[in-house]
């Protein structure tokens, strides 16, 4: 039987919660090199396994927290006030909740996602991280950075590595509260390390990565393996990165995306997120890398794909994919 995240949290949280005056917080997107794909409790967002990822700078997500001036909870995205029972702006309330509890102080909260909609990219990593963020300083919690990440897990997944810039690696974690099973940033630095976004595709996704790795879980049959091959990839990606060697990183990361592909395709219902743009972008990187390239890709439950490279290839990379979106990168290295 899983803890139920508001107990997990309240045994954090001082007795009672305070009222608060504002708060501001920012929170990066993050690509995965090692992908978190199923979970062993859902409650909680707890991972089946470990995972890596890369942030993405200045791409993400400023979110405040106001006390209401209506004497209602209101939630504004991209500068839009939100029917409260819309989907977005119930899932940030009940998520406050869990930190407000008996509070009777109405709240605003905007968020702001400066990810270009061009680029194809969620942004639930960014906006679960933001707002746990916005929610420790606007209660003055003062939560440690582990703990702030372990519960912006329970918003999102992946959004336990927005926490941090860099590279972050979301660890397993063994404890059922799970508030081991959270991220830390990788003390590796390389500059001139390049993630491309490639926008291939538009229109939302029918089934979203939470029901997709449920379904995954639940069905495929490949599924067996995934977990043994994650933990041989985190470790290799996590050689890779120390040695800088792109190589390694990519054929590691690539692989690692396929397979989780793989496991998807294997579902029942089958669940293909690819549309022919995907695949015909694939093979456009696999003839660059053929040409000698070192360029190497990896997807999320989406058609878009991420390209992985040196600043040394940017020119033939840009030239075989003039669409691409360059991500700076290099600002969280210092
Ligand atoms: C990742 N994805 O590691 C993987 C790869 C998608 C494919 O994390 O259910 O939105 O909220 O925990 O974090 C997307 O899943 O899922 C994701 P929930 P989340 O980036």
Redesign the pocket.
Known sequence: MSISKKDVIANYLPKRTEAGLKAEAFAPS???L????G?RDVEL?LPING?L?ISLGELGSHTSINESDTGEDQVYLNDELLEPDSKFASKVIRFIELFRRDLDQPITVRTVNNIPTAAGL?S??SG?AALTLAVNDFYRFGLKKEHLSAFA?M?????S?SIYQGFVE?HLGVRTDGMDSCAEPLAAQWPGFRIGLLKVATGEKKI???S??QRTVESAPLYNSWPKQAANDLRVIKEAIKNRDLELLGQTAEQN?LS?HATMIGSWPPLLYWQPESVAAMHRLWELRASGVQVYLTM??GPNLKLIFHSESEAQVRDAFPELMDVDIVAPFG
Request: net charge positive; aromatic share 12%; hydrophobic share 40%.
């Open positions: 993050n690509i995965a090692c992908k978190y794909w979970k967002n995972s990822s969620a639930s990593a679960f897990r918003g999102s997944g992946s959004a590595r979301w979203d990565s939470r997709g790795m995306a989780m999320d439950a």
